[in-house]
Structures are given as structure tokens and as C-alpha cells.
């Protein structure tokens, strides 16, 4: 089945610094895959959509120069948190979505950021 | 606009008695929805998903959903807990764009 990648599962950051978090596909091309952040106890919201070749689709209220996407390839897409700080830490999740199929999306495993 | 509401944030039940979570949802046209599973810290997991087929749902380790276009809902079942039921369980709906609109999340306590 489709698998999806993330890594770090786990980063602590000093504040000032930034983080990258990887989303990969492993066995699939993804042209689209989407960024989500959780909060504890909370739902998934989702940060922005990333598609391979072309800028990230940011929602309302993420700043997209302090949360840069980049999809350069097929299968990777990546998220920096730029100068990092504590309110910033969360768990974010990757997902990517299948080419040809309407519904068809996999979850990476998250990555818990923590910010000092 | 389309939307999700999760009726219940936390759903305790004994283990081998029925689960229920309740799911409404909001949309303009024939949605596509789906039941996530999120176990702490972890990525989540398909559980099942309707996509205008039948209106009962089978899915994984058991759980089940139906479909009810009058009521607008979309509630998970599950004949009987198991411990390893305890989790997240977000009901979630694809909009036209094909983003997914997620549920407040119910979580599911299971007592020995």
C-alpha cells in the first residue's frame, strides 16, 4: 500500500533557529501533499498545500515566510519552520495524495517539534 | 461551506459493549467522508470512508459507518470495544478541492 515518510519524528529546537521537516512518498508520485499542524487535544488544521513545481497554496492565517514549502520532487516535500519559537511547537503532519484516484490520501507519522 | 461537527469530545465505553461516535456533516453537494484513527503521537490511519457507493461502510478491526443523507450524518460503530480501540477519531470530509475538512476529533476511553 501507499506509504508516506516524515521525518524527524522528534526535534527540539533552540528559538532563532529553523527546522525542516521531510514528507516522502515512497512508493507513489504525489504532485499534491498538504501540511497540517495539531495542537494538544485539538483537530488537524491545515497550514498550506504543496504542489510539486509551483508555490505552496497557503490558508488564511499562516504566515508563509515564517513556514516555507518547498516540493522540488515527485516524492518530497519539505517544511521549514524559520527562527523557530515556542509558540511554534506542535506536531505537524504531512499527507499526500494519490495521483488518479479522487479520495485516495496517506498520513505520514507526524513530527513533534519542540521550541526552547 | 462545508463542515464537520464531531457531537461528543470523549466517548467512554466498556470493553465488549457497542461503540457510537456521531459525526454530522455540512456540504453542498454529495460528499466524500472518511474516519480517521490517531493513536498518541502518532500519524493517522484510515479507518474507512464513503465515496457514494453503498451507504453502509465497512472498514478496519471492525468498525463500521452509515451513510444517512436525510440526517446528514455519518456515525461510527463498532460492536464491541477492545482496549486497543482507545484513540482519536476524527471524522473527515473532502471538499471540492479536494482538501480535507476535518472533525474536532472524539476521543475513545475503554474501560476493563
Known amino acids: 500500500g501507499a506509504v508516506v515518510s516524515q521525518h524527524p519524528s522528534r526535534v527540539i529546537c533552540k528559538s532563532g533557529t529553523s527546522v525542516k521537516i521531510e514528507c516522502r512518498s515512497l512508493?507513489?508520485?504525489?504532485?499534491?501533499m498538504f501540511w497540517y499542524r495539531q495542537f494538544p487535544k485539538q483537530s488537524l488544521m491545515l497550514m498550506a498545500t504543496?504542489?510539486?513545481?509551483?508555490?505552496?497554496?497557503?490558508e488564511q492565517g499562516v504566515e508563509k515566510d515564517k513556514f516555507l514549502i518547498n516540493h522540488a520532487s515527485l516524492t518530497l516535500s519539505t517544511l521549514t519552520v524559520t527562527s523557530a519559537h515556542p509558540e511554534d511547537s506542535s506536531f505537524y503532519i504531512c499527507s499526500a495524495h494519490m495521483p488518479g484516484t479522487h479520495d485516495g490520501y496517506t498520513f505520514g507519522s507526524g513530527t513533534r517539534l519542540t521550541v526552547v | 461551506a462545508q463542515s464537520v461537527t464531531q457531537l461528543d469530545s470523549h466517548v467512554s465505553v466498556s470493553e465488549g459493549t457497542p461503540v457510537l461516535l456521531r459525526c454530522n456533516y455540512s456540504s453542498s453537494y454529495s460528499p466524500s467522508l472518511f474516519w480517521y484513527v490517531q493513536h498518541p503521537n502518532k500519524g493517522l490511519q484510515l479507518l474507512l470512508k464513503y465515496t457514494s457507493a453503498a451507504t453502509l461502510v465497512k472498514g478496519i478491526n471492525g468498525f463500521e459507518a452509515e451513510f444517512k443523507k436525510s440526517e446528514t450524518s455519518f456515525h461510527l460503530t463498532k460492536p464491541s470495544a477492545h482496549m486497543s480501540d482507545a484513540a482519536e477519531y476524527f471524522c473527515v470530509l473532502m471538499d471540492s478541492s479536494y482538501k480535507l475538512i476535518f472533525g474536532s476529533g472524539t476521543r475513545l476511553l475503554v474501560r476493563p
Open positions: 504543496s504542489n510539486e513545481g509551483s508555490k505552496a497554496t497557503y
Open positions: 512508493d507513489f508520485q504525489a504532485t499534491t
